[in-house]
Every structure is written in structure tokens, then in C-alpha cells.
């Protein structure tokens, strides 16, 4: 995934992929059950976006748009914000009041969108 892209979110979508894998990881899928769309903006959101579907159902990340109906909610961000919120540089609710963060679906899904369904980082 990372490769073809200049994404710093990239690298981080990569290793949530890896991290769904462990038990803490499925242990998240279990407890949340919801599908997320992720559009990630270089620098202005809603400009050449990167879009990530991370499907918290089947705990897996794939690039593209999700394929399986309606996701239950669908995020976007720039780059350096999506990054700020996934390593808990951020709090999501701020961001969103803020205007960093666009949210479209379900606001009862969106709020189980936390810092804490993303890896801990290892010296990013």
C-alpha cells in the first residue's frame, strides 16, 4: 500500500492492517463491528484524496473505495491531521469542531472512531 503513495497516513494504514491481525487487534474488531471510509488529503481536504476503507468486521484495510454498500461512516482529512489523530497527537471531537475533520454516515459510529483502534507507534 505505502509504496505508491507519499502519504505519511499511508505507512500507518499498512501497519493497522498488521495490527488487526494480533489479538488486540481482533479483540477491536469484535468490540466495534463497523466499516470506515478514510479520504486522506495531501493538503486541503477534498483535493486528490487517498481513500482507505478500514472494515472493523472483517479487520482488514484496503485502499480504494469501500465496494460492500454503505460504510458507516466516512472521514476526511489532511494528511498531517489524520496522522495527528491516529498517533493521539489530537483528540477526534476537537478536530471535528475545528473543522479538521469532515464526517458523513453515522455520528453514533463516527464516535467510536478513537485513537485507540490504531497501533501504538513504535519511534515514528
Known sequence: MAASSDLKSAALMDQMKIHFSTDAGKALT?????????????????????????????????????????????????????FKIATGKMNPQIAFMRG????????????KFTPDIFPKPSKM
Do not use: C, H, R
Open 30 to 82: 469484535k468490540k466495534i463491528a463497523l466499516v470506515y471510509q478514510i479520504n486522506i488529503a495531501p493538503k486541503k481536504i477534498g483535493f486528490n484524496e487517498e481513500i482507505y476503507v478500514v472494515d472493523l468486521k472483517k479487520g482488514d484495510v484496503t485502499k480504494g473505495p469501500f465496494e460492500g454498500g454503505k460504510t458507516d461512516a466516512t472521514f476526511s482529512f489532511t494528511d498531517e491531521d489524520f
Open 100 to 111: 479538521k475533520m469532515k464526517v458523513k454516515g453515522s455520528l453514533s459510529a463516527a464516535q
